[in-house]
């Protein structure tokens, strides 16, 4: 038989784990420290398993309970997602969508293609949030944005859906004066972050071709990088569209390998019409602006 588990004290166990103190995680969820202290204990209760461990006079989560918790937060996540679906539905397309996108995707590739669907679409609250890959794929699977676009993951994961809109290529740029010959003279290295969906390819392509891998600096940010570089600090791999655009652009990049923008979205996720319209968007090569009102033909006489 299934345990008798309510919503609410799902949302008590998060409450817990992401508050620094027992009072803060009440407050959060608007409900008395004894409120949550019970509704936890219940929790216990009807699952058969302690949750916690008591420290002094606070308790603390067990590692045991690791599992526990993530299926609250997968559970939240999808109820929230059927409230805001109900929503939409009560109220047509208005709305929110939530966007994650790398930096390369909201500058370069999809700037006017978010303007034009606000544009076309003043009633849906249009969120955007700007991070690395990796980073946005754990948004969406727990739920706290509705679609992203960013680089390819290593590995497929079954709880996002992803579809292909865009092929960067990815160039070595050595400092200035350094011409980009033989790999076995490049480096040292300034790249991104250890984890990244991108630095990943990088490296299994610069080992693939024999090349040092002296790592000096790490940055998130293309135009750190590229400064960088420019300072002489080392060498990198970045997208062309950034390091051969704007304010003091690299040049004399060597083709190294493309990486694959994959648009995401949750695969266990609730329809959401506003979401849909957003996707099919920026699956476009180009933006679908709204049309501009039909003039009637000026009538004889007027």
Known sequence: MLPDLSIRQLEYLVAVDD???????????GVSASALSQGLAELERRLGVPLFDRESRRRQLRPAAAPVLAHARHVLGLTGDLARWADRVRRGVAGRVRVGM???????HFP??????????????????VAPSATLFKLLVAGHVDLVVGVAPPRPDPQASVVAVRTET?????????AVGRPASWGPWVLFPAGSHTRALVVAELRRL??????VAESHQPEVLREMVRLGTGWTVLPTAQAEDGH???HGGRPLLTRQLVLATRTSATHDPAVDLLARQLRHERPTRPRPPRRRAARAGV
């Open 170 to 178: 990815l160039a070595v740029y050595g400092p200035p004066g350094r």
């Open 248 to 250: 003091r652009p690299l």
């Open 102 to 108: 790398i930096d390369a995707a909201a500058v370069v």
């Open 210 to 215: 024999g090349a040092p891998l002296d790592v």
């Open 112 to 129: 006017d293609h978010l303007q034009a669907f606000r544009a076309a679409h003043p009633d849906i609250e249009l969120l955007l949030r």
């Open 19 to 29: 508050a620094p103190t027992w009072a803060r995680a009440a407050a959060a969820v």
